[in-house]
């Protein structure tokens, strides 16, 4: 089996981040979070500031509140893995994303800011996974009352940048 080449297995994390996981293509996991953030930057490159803060139905977030989740959002999975690559057997909680959204306050920041902030955090999760021994992406803890590995949680914000890409050109552009 090879840690960052093979897609985590049913037992590593709960079926519902397999809507994530199963958006990622095939191979090295490390090299898929370093690859795929640019498409964010090409996708976005002729939004305006305007544009970016529109929200397209009442109930769906704007341009910039979509960027402002996913850098919490990866923020709080790569904690997880940290946390778990460590050892720290205490479990953790979940998160409810729309409270989250709500309070960055996002759509008064620029683009440019949210996606500059964005880079920083993706670099910070490819430094942390880039440098896990083979122990450390076995690991496993409890978030949200769910089993989840190191290595799946990899895998999950790899998935979850994919599915927030794809839902910015379905609804957005």
């Known amino acids: 089996m090879n840690l960052l ?3 985590p297995a049913a037992d590593e994390c709960s ?3 397999f809507t994530y996981i199963n958006l990622v293509p095939d191979g090295d996991i490390i090299h ?8 964010i930057h090409a996708l976005l ?3 305006t ?3 970016a803060a529109v929200h397209p139905a009442p109930s769906e977030w704007s341009i910039k509140e979509v960027i402002a989740h996913l850098s919490d959002a990866e923020r709080l999975f790569a904690f997880r893995a940290l946390w778990f ?3 720290e057997q205490a479990g953790l909680p979940g998160m409810e994303p729309n409270p989250w959204v709500a309070l960055t306050d996002a759509n008064a920041r620029s683009l440019s800011d949210l996606l500059a902030e964005f880079d920083h ?3 910070a999760s490819i430094a942390l996974f880039a440098n896990l021994d083979v122990a450390a992406w076995q ?5 949200s009352d769910n089993v989840m590995s190191v290595r799946a949680l990899a895998w999950i914000i790899a998935g979850h940048e994919l599915h927030h890409n794809r839902s910015l050109r379905e609804i957005y552009l």
């Open 121 to 123: 955090v993706r670099a």
């Open 139 to 143: 690991r496993r803890g409890i978030a």
């Open 85 to 87: 690559a460590r050892g």
């Open 32 to 39: 898929a979070l370093q690859s795929q953030h640019t498409d």
């Open 45 to 47: 490159k002729n939004t």
């Open 15 to 17: 079926q519902y981040y």
């Open 5 to 7: 080449d093979d897609r």
């Open 49 to 51: 500031d305007t544009q």
